[in-house]
């Protein structure tokens, strides 16, 4: 018998369109939806999107697990994983998409558009701003994976004078790496527009606090400083973001996660004046493109190759 | 005697500040203002923004004229305009600045802000609607010197489909090139979003009107199409653009540029759900860089060499 089935756990990812992009993409593999009735010896590979924590521990044949979207943190939440390998989804199309976002969003706080909306409300014609070329405004990118290091060299092409923070050193031309804690604060000293886009760990879970954001830099010549969080609401802490935008130490922010999704309406954040709140789908994942992107990997390990982008369950990522 | 003297003139851009800059940057030229007492025959360049038509028709010794600020539409409108060559300013930061203004509002557009604006106001979190990737949409650049080459490049690098139309075919990679008015409408056919970056001549006055409009792709992924206009308002006719955005055949525009600047208060560009108002700052002119590049320019002449960046009067640009 073969151990090829797969497993679709994600009661929020309407779990039919992924069993038919799923047998599309692969017609030799059976795919079962958690919830109906399926033989468990044949499960071979679970797909998975905030999978009910326990319902994979009990698949004798279980190969690998596969992220449906980006970010693993939903899988590791469970205290019953198996102790399978687990591989990450990486999509060209998601990390566009999350770059359109992103640019958008530093562009928006970089040209001031608030400032042009209200003065177009008031039919204000007024053109002398203050206003400096993107060269003399420094973005930092918090998490430099596929995701941080496309933001950031796209940035870095508009003319921003772009750095990087991750655990380990990376190599992008003109971007200046930061590594590890050791450098963490010379880089936040540094940055403007501070662009989250690191993965959610017990080890950033509320990272973004008040004293990061005391340490981003006051002296910037576009008045900031600024924060783009398109990464997990689980890495920052609300109540110190809005503190900081209302004492004035934090100019704008931007924000396509929340602590609670939906942002539940009594939440400040939906009519501060200086958020954007966006209702997480910086990057709405293309599933056909995630579907072909599976199948290869677990057409690769039936004929004997190997899993690739699995993640390390020390890091979390 | 040495007829290198400049003479500023354009009251509208504050001479007093081009004085300082100019003689800063060119210790050896006397540098005049329009309206005060100086000798006609000294004056060997003119450094000019509107200045009032005939104001440089009586100075013998004019060798060249220099325009202070991106475009030379500004300096044709004089019937009385002596026969030297005309310079344009070529200045890497005011390029750079209309790109970010581009990409912005290019973004916009393509992300669908207002709709994000709205849902904001109204605390309203819905995740799910249509976003086609920026590969997926076609932006077109009507002009493509310095500045609509440079816009085109930039949204080529973040995933747009971009191609340009402009007088001669350019080669610029990953772009496709439509020239002249034969292909013109095949440009227009195959645009979502067009950006207009082109010149204010007499062949160009008025050319985004109806008829135009009438031509943009109406099958785009994206919905649209819609007008993204940083070059002159001369380029075009307000009331075709309203009329198009009534009839829905325009689903948006973002204009920094009026047919009458500042834009009346009457005007119902102000208050339309579809419009993006900016106040002719998409740019603006590094002052500092401007008369260092004339500076430059007139020791190169000064020295016997050529003069650069000189417009045809012919085509006005």
Chains 1, 2 share one sequence.
Do not use: C
Request: aromatic letters at 6%.
């Amino acid at each position: 018998m073969k151990h090829n089935a797969i497993l679709v756990a994600g009661p929020s990812m309407r779990p039919e369109g992924w069993r038919k992009r799923l047998a599309a993409a692969l017609p030799d593999s059976p795919v079962h939806v958690l919830g109906e009735s399926f033989d468990k010896a044949s499960i071979g590979y679970a797909a998975t999107w905030w999978h009910p924590p326990g319902s994979l521990s009990d698949l004798p044949n279980l190969k690998a697990i596969f992220s449906l979207g980006a970010g693993v943190d939903h899988v590791f939440v469970d205290p019953q994983l198996p102790a399978v390998p687990v591989a990450r989804v990486v999509d060209p199309d998601l990390t566009q998409r999350m770059t359109e976002w992103t640019v958008l969003h530093v562009l928006l706080h970089h040209r001031q558009q608030r400032l042009y909306d209200r003065q177009q409300q008031d039919k204000l014609w007024q053109e002398d701003h203050e206003q400096p070329a993107a060269k003399d405004v420094r973005v930092g990118v918090m998490g430099m994976g596929e995701l941080g290091a496309d933001a950031a060299e796209k940035l870095k092409f508009l003319g921003f004078d772009v750095a990087g923070w991750s655990t380990t050193r990376k190599s992008l031309p003109g971007i200046r790496s930061f590594a590890g804690a050791g450098e963490r604060d010379a880089f936040l000293a540094r940055t403007d527009i501070l662009v989250v886009l690191m993965p959610h760990t017990p080890a950033t879970h509320g990272i973004i606090n008040a004293e990061l954001l005391s340490k981003l830099a006051k002296n910037g010549r576009l008045g900031g400083p600024f924060l783009v969080n398109a990464g997990r609401g689980g890495l920052q802490v609300e109540a110190d973001i809005l503190a900081a935008l209302d004492a004035g130490t934090l100019k704008g922010a931007s924000l396509d996660v929340f602590e609670t999704e939906p942002l539940p309406a009594d939440s400040p954040l939906w009519t501060h004046p200086k958020v954007y709140v966006s209702p997480h789908n910086a990057a709405i994942s293309d599933h056909d493109a995630i579907s072909v992107f599976i199948a290869r990997q677990i057409e690769r390990l039936e004929a004997g190759g190997k899993l690739e982008h699995v993640v390390s369950r020390d890091k979390g990522y």
